[in-house]
């Protein structure tokens, strides 16, 4: 047996005893706060196991923890994680990833009202990689009975619609190798759709991202400064481009820079900046999250390590200071 399988096999009753004497148990309790209040948990192993686990390894946990307690964990947390930093960061990173970002889809197109967040709605479409996008589109049908594009369609009506359903189209044609050859040509093809006439050929634009998945878009846009020395996106600024070019800027941007589309995020005043740092911290903390702190870094001077202890610590909520704790551990992980 693989020792970090048997250490799992060793550690994962321990975490499972954490988390039922979090959530599980219910007593004693701070009204929904997931935190006991008679010092029954040690606070440090808590923020450990948040921040060194990996999803295959929660994915072991929540079956153990059923084993063992007859319960979903997740069913538990997500029942207090609206209001709740500490259950929010704790369900985000226990759930599988691409159940995660299906949900987080789902909740930006219904999940406020009349209105789409537009924002979060980009930020998984745009930054995921084609493979990964097809199977938050899977999880999405499976878990809502229900098809993204179809609701994408539905809900959006400005002029993100079509370049999102592209986007969305796009990963349909996920996997194979990168062909530099033809990113050239879908350069200049685009280069062409911007410049050649007194407007912009937006249906050429749309059918080429379409027809490309997330490496094979990369790859264009890098040819696209090779060959004519600028970003894409500043072409994009010309008035001749109108709403299309700012909209299509945004989602270029995200896709070809997701560290510094994330760091914007990060500096927007926003009503949701608790639930935008978590979310961030915790779906990009094995990915990209150190380029983001310096990207961050880069244009406020300050660290996300910084940021997070602005928002969260505070020596009156022992859960905010845990939350603080994990996500500055997320961030600084080796």
């Known amino acids: 047996m693989e020792w970090w399988l048997l250490q799992l096999l060793v550690d994962s009753p321990m975490d499972c005893s954490i988390i039922n004497i979090c959530g599980g148990t219910r007593e004693p309790m701070e009204s929904d706060n997931l935190i006991p209040c008679n010092g029954a948990i040690n606070y440090e192993r808590l923020v450990e196991m948040f921040v060194y686990r990996n999803s295959h390894e929660f994915k072991f946990i929540c079956q153990t923890y059923s084993a063992l307690y007859g319960q979903n964990v997740l069913h538990v947390i997500s029942n207090i994680q609206r ?70 369609t539905t809900e959006i009506n400005s002029g993100f619609k079509e370049i999102l359903m592209a986007v969305l189209k796009s990963c349909r044609n996920y996997g194979g190798k990168v062909d530099m050859s033809m990113a050239m040509c879908d350069a200049k093809t685009l280069y062409e759709a911007v410049e050649s006439g007194r407007s912009v050929d937006q249906k050429t634009i749309i059918s080429l991202i379409s027809q490309r998945n997330s490496g094979q878009v990369k790859a264009i846009l890098l040819s696209c400064k090779q060959l004519y020395g600028n970003e894409f996106s500043k072409s994009m600024k010309q008035s001749k481009c109108g709403q299309f070019g700012k909209e299509l800027r945004i989602v270029i941007r995200c896709i070809q820079n997701p560290e510094r589309f994330f760091a914007k995020q990060l500096r927007m005043k926003s009503a949701d900046a608790r639930e935008i740092l978590i979310r961030i911290v915790i779906t990009r903390s094995e990915i990209d999250i150190k380029d983001i702190n310096r990207a961050f870094a880069t244009k406020t001077g300050s660290s996300l390590e910084n940021l997070v202890r602005r928002e969260f610590n505070n020596n009156k909520d022992k859960a905010n200071d845990i939350v603080a704790g994990i996500l500055v551990g997320l961030v600084n992980r080796n």
């Not at 930093?85 to 704790?90: C, E, Q, S």
Request: hydrophobic share 35%.
């Open 83 to 152: 209001n709740n930093p500490f259950a929010r960061a704790a369900y985000l990173r226990m759930i599988e990833p691409r159940e995660r970002d299906a949900e987080i889809v789902r909740n930006s197109l219904f999940g406020n009202g009349s209105s789409v967040n537009l924002n979060t709605l980009i930020e998984i479409a745009c930054s995921r990689p084609s493979s990964e996008l097809q199977c938050i589109k899977q999880a999405y049908r499976s878990r809502y009975n229900s098809d993204l594009e179809q609701d994408v």
